[in-house]
């Protein structure tokens, strides 16, 4: 999958100062996973009630594909790309962290589920053919875009 950009057109009008500090959210990830409270990103707690307040009743939505292809961009530590798997959905996660991704792995491997986890960047997904999944999630990722990159990101979007 390809996200491509011209900037020629648009982002002359932008004033590209910020940069995403992509080693630092690896950095955060090894914090994390030395530390027993945490699950990934969040802690066990939060983790659990963000599935139950966000997740599943966006599944309950009726637009919502019931199984499928699903792609988590910015998986982290793989658990709602492991709770998708045991709800039955053939998932694929994807993070820029190397650290989340092997702990994704290990925690995938924990749950005894099968989720193919990619270390990437989710804004150039060339390993990915384009149209190969049946839905994409941000897994709380889409925010650390910024820039001219993030609006024309935010433009392709299609939300429930």
Not at 3 to 26: A, E, Q, V
Not at 28 to 50: I, S
């Amino acid at each position: 999958m390809n996200i491509s950009i011209d900037l020629d057109n648009f982002g002359k009008s932008f004033n590209i100062y910020m940069k995403t500090d992509y080693p630092g959210h690896d950095r955060a990830y090894q914090r994390r996973q030395n530390n027993p409270e945490y699950a990934g990103w969040m802690k066990h707690e939060e983790l659990e009630e963000d599935w139950q307040l966000s997740w599943q009743p966006l599944m309950q939505k009726p637009a919502f594909p019931k199984q499928g292809k699903l792609l988590e961009l910015g998986c982290g530590a793989g658990n709602i790309s492991i709770y998708f798997a045991q709800a039955g959905y053939d998932v694929t996660g994807v993070d820029i962290a190397p650290t989340a991704i092997n702990w994704a792995i290990q925690n995938a491997a924990k749950a005894n589920v099968n989720v193919n986890f990619i270390q990437g960047d989710v804004l150039k997904l060339t390993e990915i053919p384009d149209a190969s999944f049946d839905l994409a999630l941000d897994g709380r990722c889409l925010h650390c875009i910024i820039g001219a990159i993030a609006f024309y990101f935010s433009r392709q979007l299609i939300v429930f």
